[in-house]
Every structure is written in C-alpha cells, then in structure tokens.
C-alpha cells in the first residue's frame, strides 16, 4: 500500500528551497517518520504506546505500595519513599496513563468515526502528543534530580507549600502537570474543532458515533476544567517562587481554596477519565450483541448531562472540611443525582445486551467486566454521597477501593475492551482470543482481590497513605489478600504483552491478512481497510443514519429480524478497497516544529523548577518562551507539503483549505488538478 | 480519472482559510471556531484567578497595605480607556483589510499594538508606584492576588501586542494575501476577549467597594 503513496515527485517539481531554516521533512518511514508524523493515527499509537510504558511504571509503584503493605511493619520503603511512590502512582496513572489512552483512542478515532481525513490540526495535534511526552519525561526526571514529587496527586496546599516541602519535589509536580495540561487543552481545542466541523456529509449530531460523542463531552470537560488546575498550580508556583500567600495560613491564605480550585478540575477530571472507556464499551456491546446501541439518543444525552453535572458535586471530596450544612446537603443531593445519568447508562448497556446474540469476544468480556465493576464503583460512590456516612470513610481505604472500582473496574477494563476491539483496526491483527481471555480472567480475579478487601479495611478504620502500620490491627489478612491480587494483576497484564508477541509472529508467520470489518461491526472505522490506510478514505463517506455501516449491510424484514442485505458481500468487498493504480492522495507533509515547541516548553519548565534556588536559572524560562516564539513563527509560515509541488505555489497553498466534502465534489466531477485551483482562486495578494 | 488530489490538511497551515465561507460542517472556519473554544477555555482561567481575588481582596493582616488602599482611580481609569480604544483600532485594521487597503490596515494593526502597549507600560508604573509604596507580592494574600490577576491579565496583552506586530511584519512582506483576511479577524475575536476580561477586572479589582 505504501508504494502507491510515495509522493509521485519528480527532481523537476523541487523548486529552489526558500531561507527557511528547517524545510518539511520527507521521511515515511523509519525513526524520523515518527518523530515528525503529524498523521493522527501515529500520533494515536504513539500515544497509546507511551502510555502503556507509564502504566508499567505506575504497576511496577502499586507493586511496591503492595509489597510494602503486605504485612504489618513493611520495611521495604520509608516514609518519604512510600510518599514519593504513592504521590507518583496517583500521578502517573491519572495523568500519563488514563487520559492518555483515551487521547491514543480519541485520536485515532474520531476523524475515522466521522469520515474525515485528520483532525483539524495535525501539527498541534503532534504537538499535544510531544507535550505530554515532555510532561511524563520532565516528571520522572525528578528521579535523579532529588526525588519524586511526594504531596500526593491531589498536592494539598499548604503541605506543598515551601514551609513544608522544601525541596524540589513539589516543583517537578507543579511544571508536569502543567506541561501535560498545556498538551490536554490543546488537543481538546483540536478535537472539539474536528467534531465540529470536520464531519462528513450526512453525519448530523445524532448520527455521530457514540464513542465520538462521549470524547466530545469529555473534550469539552478538559477544555473547562484544566484552566482550572492550571490557575492552582500557578498560584502555588507563585507561593513557592516568589513568596506570595495564597495558601500560607500565617499571611492570611486559605488552604480550602485549594481544595476547592484542585476539585474543581478534579471532580470533572474523574469523568474526563471514564467517559472514553463509556463510549468505548458503547461500540463493542452493540457490535457483539449484534443489536443497536438501546437508547443512543439517551444515552447521548446522559453523556451529555454527567458532563454538565460534573461541575456540581466537586465539594464531596470536602466533606469534612467543615463548610457547613448548606453546601454539604446541596452537594449531596447534586452527587446522588448524578448518579442517575450513570445508571441509565448501565440499564441501557444491558438493555442492548438483553436478547442479544452474543459473542463472547475479549473486547466484549473486558466490556460487560466495566459494566459490573463500574456499577459497584458507582454503588459505594452513592454510599459517599451521603455526607455523614463520608465522614465515616473519608480518607479510610475505603475511597482506594471505590475509585479503584471506578477508574480500574471502569475506565481500564473499558479501555483494554477498546483495545482488544480495535487492534485489528490500528495494526491489522487480531489478538489471540485465548490469551485474550485468560487475560481478562486473571485481570478480573486479580482486580476484586486487590480492591475488593480495601472496601472491608476502610470500615475497619485503615487509613489510606500511611506507609506501614503495626501488629494487632485485624488489617494483616486483607492487605495480604489485596496484595497477592496485585500480583495477579501483573501476570495478567504479562499475559496481555505475551498475547501482542505472539499474534504478530503468528501474523507474520502465516501471513494472515485482517479484513476491514473483521467484527461485522457498525461504524465508518470498518468501512475501510485494516491497518487504515494513511489516508483514512479514498471518498469522504456520505452517512444516512446512525451506524451508516451496518445499515449497509443489513435491513430488518417485515417481523423485524435483521437480515443481510443482498448486496452484503458486495459492501464488504467495498471495504477492502485501496488506492487504484495511479490514484495518490495528497498528505501535508510531516514537520519538525510540534517536537522542537514541546522541547522549548520542557526547558522553561526547568527553569521554573530552578528559579527558585537562583534567580539566574530563570533566564531558561526565558530562553524557552524565546525559543518557542521564534519556533511558532517558523510554524505559522511553514508551507503544507514539502517539496511544493506544481499545485502548491503560495496562492494555491489554499487548495489544502478544501474539506473532504469538497474534495469529494471534485472527484465526483472527475476534475482534475486545475480545477482544484479554480475553485479556490485566491484574490490578488497585495504588497 | 487522472492523478486526483485528494485534499488532506484543512487548516493546519498558517491559517490559510481559503475562503471567506469554508466548507466546513458548521461553514465556520476551523481557526475560528478553534479560536472561541480556547477563549472559552480563558474564560475559566480569568474565572479561576478573579474568585480568588474576590476571595482574598481584603485579607492584609493589620498593618500591610492592601490594593485598595493604593488605587488611582483616574489614572488606571486613562489606561483602560486607552485600552478600550484600542479594540476600535483592531475594527478598523480588518475593515481596511477586508477593502483591500493593506497598508491602512497595518498602520490600525500598530496603532493597536502601541495602545496594548500604553496600557501594560501604564501597568508597570502602577506596580512600581505600589512597590514603593510598600505593597509588594509577599505583602498579603490581598497583594498577591492583585498582582497574580492584573499581571496575567497584562500577560495577554502582551502575548496580543507581539501577535499583532507579527502581523504587521507579515503584510509587510507581503505573507498575507488578501484571502486570508480571517487571520486578523481571529486575532481580532484575541484582542476583543482580553479588552473584556479588563472591563469586568477593573470592575471587579478597582471599581467595587470592599
């Protein structure tokens, strides 16, 4: 497939290389192809793949918490190692690893879903991806520089504040996270423009796959709520570097605006992380039940509402602060009713399995493992709601377990389901199936008998973040249990590595050839072929309903029983379908800046860290947002493909303006290049 | 069907929108719409910042002087004057533009760019006046707020100026042809955002009563 693509240049279309220090590089393959990808298939795995490396790192930490606590009186850390360990397990997984993957799946996804060629920013895009990379790197750089970050991921000012943590811990955790939300806004401004405006024709709102809907809803949730931490973390930048007082209790500041502002964006940031893993399921339930999604308006609209009522229940977490009976009652009514949305959710996922034929693939085992974990996450997340019960279990191992259930038993059962449904998709193979469900076996027994006893060591009074405690508790037994589970866990995430080796050398061995819909499943992704070609569709897509694919394939007859439709294997064969001979498509080329702006802001990040012990080192906060001036300039005048060709003189640089719908009109007509151009005559430019 | 183009980047170039009504899905353009996204987005980061504000405007332990008791009124009421003006400067600088009057615009597009910078000069002898007067950022909560919020307000500003001296360089080298007179409409819709977010901040921090 790649031959065809070769760009079909000739040395007579390489015009003299303009001043410009850095022209786009050519590259399709090799190392450099991947540093310079703007392509957001790359950009998806290139996150996924990082991800997965901070989930090992997070693993390899909650196996040390668990080895740790495995009996009383662990000594295999101290104190400050086990605050290093748990602040970075926290951290790593909610920020380099969960919103990530979602990222890897919102990234490759949505433009497939609905039928656009890229999102609408390539190069930001790859500069979201390079940026987070920076985030996790610059984080786990404070290894050697004097230790990990140790003020929890939640950083309660003012134990983070200088007084208290003197060191430069704190100051790795503070740039990461801003490194990594400067990444998530971005992307989020991406995504939400490709929503918007990208979609092909015919693909109303409500006809928008339900994963793209849930990413949606939690792009516009990162959107909102990352300016929020943003501005906390840069006021306890601002305590610790220059002395102000917004969380110093001697001056006058108020450490509950900490929590409030860190809540604020962290209540949203919980959905932010489980919304991707409820679309995900969303499209495997109904592709292996072999039903439509029951109730996808309702479901769209529940999606929506958790993302609006998000906003409303942040004081939970503050429940026993003591802020009074008003907000405590108003904030437990609002988290009991949240629950609702997320109920429907469930009914309706088991609505659509109700009756269905199902197919017990790992994707789908993996999916009805979220549904179940989920709902007793969400069934102990009500028992908090109830603010005097809270106060029995707040800061107890009781909350470990809970969010355990939510963001384990819900966001990663969803996302190893997404996985295990797309990898044909994304790499063109298809991963054992019974590796697949050992794994999801060893995942599940694994996951209740680590989490599971936290439930029962929380009522027995265990608090969470201590870093041993003595004999004679009554919580010898259960940490024991929860630990052996941690290992199984392990095993099974080894299992799942295992599984990857093995299907690519048996692929390759046998040199099996994966179909573009090898589920028979529902949306645009499977129309095409697999691994998706780079450039997605050959036509934009012309959608008509909801599941546009599937209503290709099949109708229902006169009782309502799907049926095939006669022109099935037709559609499928359709699917198949690359490039002709001759035909090439035109791809912005790949660049060098998104990378090079990312390394510019992880220099200013160092100076951030170092300011503080000498004024002088923030001359490389300056040098950074020099740096990335001059680089963004570059950007902004960097030219879409690189040599030009005979179409890409400045005035016709516009040609690339042009939507898929545009684009396909031109086809349609069997115009060609100049056409193009005439479409887009750009007025005169005047100097 | 001979070698077909297929179009692939929409609008990852310098903002070329090649038309005034792009074929979007929603026919607004992708740099437009990404614009207001990311100004909702400020909206909440300027939210964040003036609770805080709001929170903390009068706490100065006994003794330490606090924003309030240091505000000229009339000069920072001259300054933000200047800086409304200069939202009727970028109006002009896009009507020229949209005409085809390239040069006229770029001289509105400078005169915006030295308003902007009036008013973060004018900021600046604020802060050295409040400085000598013995508010510094350390002096309490109240004083690090004030110079957390108006010091990020004018960090946009300047980020503003240094957008629309680039476009100034820009038509001078002719980089911005006429089709893509949008550029300057979205740092325009920019502009406009931050000369808002200083009405309800000179409200809010100088104008309200404690």
Not at chain 1, 57 to 72: C, K, S, T
Not at chain 1, 450 to 455: G, L
Not at chain 2, 70 to 97: E, H, K, R
């Amino acid at each position: 497939m790649t031959s065809v693509l070769e760009p079909t240049v000739t040395t007579a279309d390489i015009r003299p290389i303009d001043s410009r220090a850095l022209s786009r590089p050519q590259v399709n393959t090799g190392f450099w192809s991947w540093i310079t990808s703007v392509d957001h298939k790359r950009v998806g795995i290139m996150y996924g793949v990082t991800a997965m490396a901070f989930f090992v790192i997070g693993g390899l930490e909650a196996l040390l918490i668990r080895v740790q606590l495995a009996a009383p009186n662990g000594r295999i850390l101290d104190a400050n190692a086990y605050n290093q360990v748990f602040t970075m397990h926290g951290t790593t997984m909610v920020f380099l690893v969960v919103m990530p993957l979602g990222a890897a799946f919102m990234n490759y996804l949505i433009p497939l879903q609905i039928g656009a060629r890229d999102v609408a920013f390539p190069r930001l895009n790859a500069f979201s991806y390079w940026t987070f990379l920076v985030g996790g790197l610059f984080l786990y750089s404070s290894v050697f520089l004097g230790g990990m970050p140790n003020g929890g991921w939640f950083g309660y000012a003012p134990n983070t504040s200088i007084v208290y943590s003197p060191g430069h811990n704190i100051d790795f955790w503070i740039g990461g996270l801003l490194l990594t939300g400067i990444a998530s806004t971005v992307g989020a401004v991406n995504l939400i423009v490709t929503c918007i405006n990208l979609r092909a024709k015919g693909m109303t709102w409500f006809r928008m796959p339900i994963f793209t809907w849930m990413s949606l809803v939690t792009q516009f949730l990162l959107l909102f709520a990352l300016p929020v931490i943003t501005i906390a973390l840069f006021l306890l930048m601002f305590d610790r570097n220059f002395g102000a007082n917004f969380f110093n209790p001697a001056n006058g500041g108020d450490p509950v605006l900490w929590q409030h502002l860190f809540w604020l964006f962290g209540h949203p940031e919980v959905y932010i992380m489980i919304m991707p893993a409820f679309g995900i399921v969303s499209e495997v339930i109904p592709t292996f039940a072999r039903k439509p999604l029951f109730g996808y308006p309702v479901m769209v609209v529940s999606g929506i509402a958790i993302g609006f009522m998000g906003w409303g229940v942040w004081v939970h977490h503050m429940f026993s602060v003591g802020l009074g009976p008003v907000s405590l009652t108003a904030f437990s009514i609002s988290t009991m009713f949240i629950a609702v949305p997320t109920g429907v959710k469930i009914f309706n996922w088991v609505g659509t399995m109700w009756k269905g034929s199902l197919r017990y693939t790992s994707a789908m085992m993996f999916s009805i493992g979220l549904v179940a974990m989920f709902t007793i996450g969400g069934l102990s997340g009500v028992t908090h709601s109830v603010s005097p019960h809270d106060r029995q279990q707040t800061d107890t191992y009781y909350i470990v377990a809970h969010f355990h259930y939510v963001l384990f038993g819900g966001a990663l059962f969803g996302i190893f389901a997404g996985i295990y449904f797309w990898y044909p998709k994304v790499f063109g193979q298809i991963l054992d199936k019974r590796l697949g469900k050992i794994h999801f076996w060893m995942w599940f027994v694994g996951f209740n008998m680590t989490f599971a006893p936290m439930h029962i060591l929380g009522l027995q009074g265990m608090p969470r973040r201590i870093y041993t405690y003595p004999e004679g508790t009554g919580w010898e037994v259960w940490n024991a249990v929860a630990s052996v589970g941690s290992f199984v866990l392990a095993a099974a995430l080894l299992v799942f590595f295992y599984n990857i080796r093995k299907t690519d050398k048996k692929h390759k061995r046998e040199a099996i050839l994966v179909g573009g819909d090898p589920w028979d499943a529902r949306s645009l992704e499977w129309s095409i072929p697999s691994p998706t070609p780079e450039y997605n569709f050959i036509e934009s897509p012309e959608v008509h309903s909801v599941d546009d694919w599937w209503h290709k394939k099949y109708t229902e007859d006169s009782e309502g029983r799907m049926m095939k439709l006669p022109e099935y294997d037709e559609v499928l064969a359709s699917g198949n379908k690359g490039l002709e001979p001759g035909q090439t498509v035109h791809l912005p080329s790949p660049s060098y800046y998104p990378i090079i702006a990312s390394a510019c802001l992880m220099l200013a990040a160092y100076g951030l860290v170092y300011g503080r012990s000498s004024g002088a080192n923030y001359l490389l906060c300056v040098l950074g947002i020099g740096l990335l001036i001059a680089t963004v300039e570059a950007w902004g005048l960097e030219p879409s493909t690189e040599p030009h060709d005979s179409l890409d003189d400045p005035d016709a640089d516009l040609l690339f303006g042009l939507t898929p719908a545009e684009a396909d009109r031109v086809l349609a007509g069997g115009h060609d290049t100049p056409a193009l151009g005439a479409g887009a005559t750009p007025e005169e430019p005047t100097s | 069907m001979t070698t077909t183009a297929v179009a692939v980047d929409h609008a990852d170039q310098h903002g070329h929108d090649a038309h005034a009504h792009p074929p979007t899905s929603t026919g607004v353009s992708n740099e437009k719409v990404a614009m207001w996204a990311f100004l909702g987005s400020e909206c909440l980061l300027f939210g964040a910042l003036i609770s805080t504000f709001f929170l903390y405007r009068d706490r100065a332990p006994l003794g330490t002087v606090k924003p309030h008791d240091l505000y000229d009124i009339p000069f920072t009421s001259g300054s933000s004057f200047i800086l409304l003006m200069s939202s009727l400067t970028m109006v002009l600088a896009l009507s020229a533009f949209r005409r085809g009057e390239h040069r006229r615009s770029s001289v509105w597009l400078a005169t915006t760019a030295i308003l902007g910078a009036i008013f973060l000069g004018g900021q600046i002898y604020e802060f050295s006046v409040f400085v000598r007067e013995g508010m510094t950022m350390k002096t309490n909560p109240a004083s690090s707020a004030f110079y957390v919020l108006t010091g990020f307000h004018g960090t946009h500003v300047a980020i503003g100026v240094l957008m629309l001296l680039a476009l100034v360089g820009m038509i001078a080298r002719g980089k911005l042809p006429q089709a893509k007179a949008e550029v300057i409409e979205i740092a325009g819709l920019y502009w406009h955002f931050v000369d808002v977010v200083w009405v309800v901040v000179f409200t809010v921090v100088y104008l309200l009563p404690l």
